[in-house]
Nanobody, 121 residues
Framework: QVQLVESGGGLVQPGESLRLSCVAS????????MAWVRQVPGKGVEWVST????????KYADAVRGRFIISRDNTRNTLYLQMNNLTPEDTAKYYC??????????????RGQGTQVTVSS
């Protein structure tokens, strides 16, 4: 079955960086659009970024464009999110998600258990 396991979260100060990883199994990762989404308790899921299955195209939410970089290694079935210049507004639980389509940012098929990112001074 589909498994998505995130890691790399933690507590950082504003302006610092973190790199999240997601190891995928149970499906054809190298032909799947993959995304990162995040959620704050009491709020809905917020889409962050999507990677085309080739890794050659990416989309970003306005809130993170220019600061976050999504990438993937199809030989390792691993998705990454490099997060730079973090702000307290980035505090959330981050989830790796298997998307229905690269072109649809609203529909994911599965997501992992998530990794917590906290940005605080």
């Amino acid at each position: 079955q589909v498994q998505l396991v995130e890691s790399g979260g933690g507590l950082v100060q504003p302006g610092e960086s973190l790199r999240l990883s997601c190891v995928a199994s149970g499906f054809a990762f190298n032909t799947s659009a993959m995304a990162w989404v995040r959620q704050v308790p009491g709020k809905g899921v917020e889409w962050v970024s999507t990677s085309h299955f080739t890794g050659s195209r990416a989309k970003y939410a306005d809130a993170v464009r220019g600061r976050f970089i999504i990438s993937r290694d199809n030989t390792r079935n691993t998705l990454y999110l490099q997060m730079n210049n973090l702000t307290p507004e980035d505090t959330a639980k981050y989830y790796c998600a298997l998307m229905a389509s690269f072109f649809n940012s609203n529909t994911y098929l599965r997501r992992g258990q998530g990794t917590q990112v906290t940005v605080s001074s």
